[in-house]
């Protein structure tokens, strides 16, 4: 009778409503109970309590006081960890159907069914995609989710690829092509096959989009210059403005580069084959001619045409840099114009690195990490691959080719997809600012340095090129690294504006379609001033989705590696191997560094590091460690590590410092 009395109801409510009432984010032990991280405090979330909701959940909680504690109850849900999550099938001992969500911190089973149309028959450890039906704080009674999407079998070698995919809703095949192809467009071309350019990729590459042919400009027998002429893949010759294939590629926006294969953006009888400026194969082009000095300044405004091509050579980065690096018994060209061709491209290029040297910025020279890996996917090596000459030759050539693209478009149109970068995120100028001057002034520079790195210099692209050449002789990569911390992300706009990471005043890219959506409508935009045709300003939308897309490819990178790494170095823990590592971030809980041997990332907790929790300290402002009052590390060391565990389910690997 009491358990139904509507008065004493009201009195627990009234009572529950005179409690203190919080929101916070709930964050779980290895323990049955929890904790509620809030602005400013945490509370302690009892184990009973603990079983209404799941690390990550956003809630709202009364506090009670239990003796002289404070702890949570939770109340109401405001925003549930899981909707869609990947997980592990698992059956309990009475062979119900669970699934384990595939989370660091969440090890609770959930219960589950099958959505009815899914006809694969469930295994234990199977990897499927699944939906959070039920929650206890929406007056239910227990977790529940469905199973709405079966990935691969738990013992599949492609997990890591199959199921980072899943978990990042992109597909792990490529367009759907069409029943045949013919030339959409009704540009003029121009035909340019008896120029003699030449392709240069990587050895297994298919969908080759660029082209190169180069002599020089003489005047009465002497050279005063350079003509550049880049010919790039047309696949928007082929694809109409309202095919599946255009929307398809709208939504996908790139070719997503995984480790062992990639899934083009494109149908790979377009990208692969028909678009391909394959070796002895005439290909409609979209093509700039580019004229510069021989100091490598441009000298004319570019002129594109619409044109039929033919590269005469297919040729390979690491062939081309050893024959450019005079390597003994290396690959020759097989005929004199493909090795005039290669010549002039390499001193044209070395031409091109020394002016962007001056007048702009260069990449700072790091490695690119290549899996090797067997048929079954496993890894059978890791290279670390620095990037050679052959290399540099296309990158210039694109490089100048996109500045060209941004110029034209910006004067025919004013309008296009433009690469751009803001430099430092204004709320950090200041913060910037004070750090240049606390670690590059001293007594006699002070002063200049003040205004040589005053805000509203550091605002402006010259301000910010001088400063970054300023730091550029400096050993190591502390500066670089810090700084970083207070720059804003790059974006794509539809209007003209710097790229202040590159140091240049426009930058819109067109050179890689058959990879990339937004040189696609850059491409109609150039065709569309060459025909005189109507065009678009490209939308919002597009520019949003670009943005997004371009997040969401580097995470499956991201994800897929550090997945492939930790089965790289699951059997190799028990050695305790060393490595040499650069830090990339300091935390109050430890370190994340970089293996510099392969690429992998690695935890370092801070008990590895100093046996007194009570004696570390974070500076947040340098990034920095510091032990008993002295920095010990500090984000872009170098430091000697040692292996001691890797665990595959979290994606974690962990070492220590090495004696």
């Known amino acids: ?15 529950r409503d005179s409690k203190p009432h919080v929101e916070g984010v709930v964050k779980g032990s290895d323990k049955a109970y929890g904790f509620l991280e809030c602005d400013k405090k945490s509370y302690f979330i009892p184990p009973p309590a603990m079983k209404k909701v799941m690390h990550g959940d956003k809630i709202k909680a009364v506090i009670d006081t239990v003796g002289d504690k404070e702890q949570a109850e939770p109340d109401e849900l405001i925003e549930p960890m899981l909707t869609r999550f990947i997980a592990k099938v698992r059956f309990n001992k009475d062979k119900k159907l669970q699934v384990l969500a595939d989370h660091p911190q969440i090890n609770q089973p959930i219960g589950a069914n099958k959505l009815k149309t899914l006809q694969t028959e469930l295994q234990e450890g199977d990897w499927v995609v699944a939906v959070l039906k039920t929650h206890p704080l929406r007056d239910d009674r227990f977790f529940y989710a469905q199973i709405t999407e079966f990935i691969c079998r738990g013992d599949d070698e492609f997990a890591p690829w199959w199921v980072t995919l899943a978990r990042h809703q992109q597909s792990r095949y490529p367009v759907r092509g069409a029943d045949s192809y013919s030339l959409q467009d009704e540009q003029t071309r121009e035909d340019l096959t008896a120029l003699h350019f030449v392709t240069i990729d990587s050895e297994s590459t298919q969908d080759m989009d660029d082209a190169l042919y180069i002599e020089a400009v003489e005047q009465n027998g002497v050279q005063t210059g350079w003509k550049l002429v880049v010919a790039i893949a047309d696949p928007t010759a082929y694809i109409g403005m309202d095919s599946q294939i255009e929307k398809d590629a709208r939504q996908r926006c790139f070719t997503n580069y995984l480790p062992g294969f990639n899934i083009p953006m494109l149908p790979r009888e377009l990208s692969d084959e028909r678009c391909s400026l394959m070796e002895n194969q005439t290909r409609p082009a979209l093509v700039c001619y580019i004229e510069t000095d021989l100091q490598g300044e441009i000298c004319a ?17 690491h062939t081309v840099s050893a024959y450019l690096e005079q390597q003994l018994d290396s690959w020759r060209p097989s005929d004199a114009l493909t090795e005039r061709q290669i010549q002039q491209l390499h001193q044209f290029t070395l031409t091109r690195i020394q002016w962007r040297q001056t007048h702009s910025l260069l990449f700072k020279e790091k490695p690119d990490y290549t899996f090797v890996l067997a048929e079954n996917g496993k890894v059978q090596a890791i290279k670390a691959e620095h990037r050679r000459i052959a290399n540099q030759i296309v990158e210039e050539a694109m490089i100048l080719a996109n500045i060209c693209a941004a110029q034209y478009l910006d004067e025919k149109l004013q309008c296009g997809i433009f690469n751009t970068h803001a430099g430092f995120d204004k709320k950090y100028l200041d913060a910037a600012h004070n750090f240049l001057l606390a670690n590059l002034a001293n007594d006699e520079n002070r002063a200049q340095l003040t205004q040589r790195y005053a805000v509203e210099n550091l605002a402006t692209l010259s301000g910010y090129c001088r400063m970054r050449h300023d730091i550029e ?8 690294l810090r700084l970083r911390r207070f720059l804003t992300f790059a974006e794509f706009k539809a209007q003209s504006a710097p790229h202040f990471g590159l140091g240049l005043p426009a930058y819109a890219t067109w050179t890689s379609p058959i990879r990339k959506y937004s040189d696609m409508v850059n491409h109609r935009l150039i065709k569309a001033t060459l025909s005189g045709q109507p065009y678009e300003k490209p939308s919002e939308a597009v ?7 371009r997040r969401q490819n580097r995470l499956v990178e991201r994800d897929v590696a550090d997945w492939l790494y930790c089965r790289y170095l699951a059997d190799k823990a028990a050695q305790q191997p060393e490595f040499e590592a650069q830090v990339l971030d300091v935390m109050r809980g430890g370190l994340r560094v970089q293996l510099l041997e392969n690429g992998a990332s690695m935890f370092i907790p801070a008990s590895a590091l100093h046996n007194n929790k009570e004696e570390i300290q974070l500076n947040a402002d340098e990034i920095a460690l510091y032990i008993k009052g002295e920095r010990r590390y500090k984000i872009g060391d170098i430091i000697a590590v040692r292996l001691t565990e890797v ?5 974690s690997i962990i070492g220590t410092i090495a004696a």
């Open 301 to 317: 405004k570019p002129h594109f045409v619409c044109a039929y091509v033919q590269s005469k050579a297919k040729l390979a980065y």
């Open 647 to 651: 665990r595959e389910d979290t994606r």
């Open 473 to 480: 002789p400096i050993e190591g990569d502390y500066l670089e």
């Open 1 to 15: 009778m009491l358990q139904n009395n509507p008065l004493l109801s009201q009195l627990k409510q009234q009572l």
């Open 543 to 549: 520019l949003q989705r670009l943005q997004e897309a």
